[in-house]
Every structure is written in C-alpha cells, then in structure tokens.
C-alpha cells in the first residue's frame, strides 16, 4: 500500500469539460478544495457542501472514513455531475503515554459534568458555517518544533485505550508564539478547558476550522478575524499533557481530518 506520506497531491478533472476540479489528497483524514463554476450546488454523500459565489468548496475525510464516497455536483445550467471517489486506508500508529495525572484519565463524576459542557462549548464553535473560503489559502505551521504526535494513532494512557488522537502535536518551549495557519475567525477563546487546557478554534470558513490546545496564554477573543501569521497565543502545558506542546487539530465541521495533509512537512529551518 502507498504511504499516505509519499501521496501525490490528486488532481482530478471530472467530465462535462472539466467544470469541476478537485485538488487533495484522497485518503483517510484527507482534506480536498475544490472549484467549479459560478453558481453550482455539491453534495458529498448526504452531506450538502457550500460552494462560494466563485466556485470554490471544500470537504474533508475522516479518520475511518469509507473507501467509497460520491460527490454530486449540480450546474447552474442543470447538468448534474456524479463521481465515485476511491479513498486510501491509513495505517495508525499506537502511541502509548505514561505519567498523566489519575484524573486527567479517569475523571470523577463532577469533572465529566464539566466536560460534556465544554464538549457542548467546543461542538457549537464547530457548527458555524462561514461564507469567506479563508481554506483555500496556503496553510503554514502554526509553530514549528519537533512533531511528538500524529493524526489517527491509537493513545494508550497510562496503560488504559483511549480515544485516538486527532491533530498534530508539536513540541515547543512554553511561550514559543502560535501564529495563524489561514485567515479565519475566533469562533472559541477559552484558557482554561478540563483537557485541553487553553483553546482557541479558528474557523476558516466553509466549515474548516482549527483547533489549538494547552496554550499558556492567548492572544484573540471570539469574533476576532485574524490573517494568516497573526499571532494568536503562546504554548502552554495546560490540560491533559506531560510537557510544553502545541496540539493543533483540524475539522470539516463535525469531521475530524488531518492538517498535516493540508500543510505539508515541516520546514527545516
């Protein structure tokens, strides 16, 4: 099986004179933009995609998303475009944590009161579906720093399975500078979530959006529009962590996909 990191980014024409195109990597926690004309409406399975005034859209696959997936594309002039996409497994990795506080694993009754109403927080911060089509820009690493976990690994915690890890973890100092991957706006600005400690979501419109966990300090309030490489906190160690890191995750509304495939290897320098 291809690696997912050796993927080619996918460029597909679809018929009636190539007036949908996509641009992406289809596999599991892929992120795919595409363009079509002026005026059109899309449909990824049962799921209505927002396509922009210019034609631009994008959608997103999840961590065990079907290798099967149909996008409906209907014209302005009526024509109606269907397309069996073919979506690349992934093998996950299991990654194994030890060290965490007893609470922070098993929480008592009281703390999982207060976690299902940060839940209920952060999936309303996630519901917005904006206009502006900010995820069409070239993403940069929101800090740069040794990667010490990926997208799709199975988190064992102190030896108990938990649920998968979702996003990229990068290890800083604390107080290295977060800085915007893309334009966006400030749906969520919390500093101190039970997990997750200081947490920011910037949606990128068309219901992208990104997450920023265990932040030390931040630096935008809800209803901020940022640019992209705007600072928007620093790197903590709050919440669920062992030490300094930024965890960035990535959605397609209520799909958790991978930003590593939108924003490639990490830079070098």
Known sequence: MRSVVAALLVLIAFPALA??????????????RGQTLPGAQAMLDDQPVRVSPDGRFVFGFGRDQATRARLVVLLPDGRRIEQDLS?????????????????????DEAAMGRIRREADQVSEARRHDLPEPWFDEEFLWPTRGPITGVYGSQRILNGEPRQPHFGVDVAAPAGTPVFAPAAGTVTLAEPDLYFTGGTIILDHGHGLSSVFQHLNSLGVKVGDRVARGDPLGAVGATGRVTGAHLHWGMNWFTVRVDPQLVVGPMPAD
């Open 87 to 107: 979506v690349e497994r992934r093998r996950y990795v299991v990654q194994r944590i030890n060290g965490l506080a007893s609470e922070m694993v098993s929480p």
């Open 19 to 32: 007036q949908v195109d996509l641009r992406g990597q289809m596999v599991q926690g892929g992120v795919v």
